[in-house]
């Protein structure tokens, strides 16, 4: 069974219009999640809004949204009002300007989303943008109102379809210059960079999110498998906190000894060995 679209409206690029729905990349399914229970019965237990004055509890119906506009002072907003307010991009996806992806910082890149025509009477038009965008290798900028707000988005062919993905406004990034300031220059031992890199060599791996897995999902559900079956938690096995190396130097050297000692016989001409062989003599501590 499709998931329900989190989007539906139009794409439309000059006087080309489709009809088209997105798609949640990610599914927020839990594998464990935990209810509040009262510790006395067991029961659960559930959150009610309450009077702030009176302290009694509300009906479905009493609630309204309230938009603070001086001390204790509100303009009630009804659901009708919310949907009342319609732009251009609460139902049409009008892309507006094109740009190189890899040109947009990952820090303004938020959630994504799948984009697939809606009907079939779509599927001709949708094909023809995303085919476009694919040949001049070009991401569309355009506008869309999600969960009731304006977003910035760019969009992108992705294999049969597209994908959108929401945009950060540039006022709600941090700097980083301002984060990094304190970060002084380091003058490196050329030595030390030539071991780090023969390790990220020995570690160079493809990316395979299939091998991915919560190891804290999975002690969670350990957890409460024991508690079924009556027995105790669990307990965590003690895991050494890292510390700050002293001798930098000598914990490449030991790193990469580590890493050989792991893998498969190398060729004693093996980049790895020569870095060992060249690092030989006794160093002072970093």
Not at 93 to 108: M, P, R, T
Not at 117 to 136: H, W
Not at 242 to 260: E, H, W
Request: with cysteine.
């Amino acid at each position: 069974m499709a998931p329900r679209p989190a989007w539906s409206g139009y794409l439309k690029l000059s006087l080309v219009t489709c009809a088209i729905e997105l798609s949640n990349v990610v599914t927020h399914a839990e594998k464990v999640s935990f209810h509040i229970l009262n510790r006395k019965t067991g029961n659960r237990v559930r959150r009610v809004y309450v009077d702030q004055k009176s302290g009694k509890p509300l009906e479905e119906d009493e609630k309204v949204r309230g938009f603070e506009v001086g001390k204790d002072e509100f303009i009630r907003i009804e659901d009708e009002d919310i949907e009342a307010v319609q732009i251009e991009s609460s139902h049409t996806l009008d892309l507006n300007g094109f740009v190189d992806k890899a040109s947009i910082d990952q820090v303004y890149l938020d959630t994504p989303y799948y984009v697939s025509p809606a009907d079939k009477v779509s599927e001709e038009a949708f094909a023809v943008i995303r085919d476009a965008l694919a040949e001049k290798k070009m991401a569309g900028l355009a506008r869309i109102v999600l969960y009731q707000r304006e977003r910035p988005a760019v969009i992108e062919p992705f294999g049969k379809g597209m994908l959108l993905t929401t945009l950060r406004y540039g006022d709600t990034v941090r700097d980083a210059s301002a984060i990094f300031a304190d970060i002084q220059s380091v003058k490196l031992d050329g030595e030390m960079v030539e071991l780090a890199e023969h390790i990220i060599d020995k570690k160079k791996a493809k990316f395979d999110p299939a091998k991915f897995r919560d190891h804290y999902e999975e002690s969670l559900l350990e957890l409460v498998r024991a508690k079924k079956a009556g027995r105790k938690a669990p307990k965590a096995k003690a895991s050494p906190k890292p510390s700050n190396v002293v001798n930098l130097f000598d914990a490449l050297k030991q790193s990469l000894n580590a890493d050989d000692g792991k893998a498969s016989k190398a060729s004693s001409k093996s980049p790895a060995k020569r870095a060992k062989a060249k690092a030989a003599p006794k160093r002072k501590s970093a």
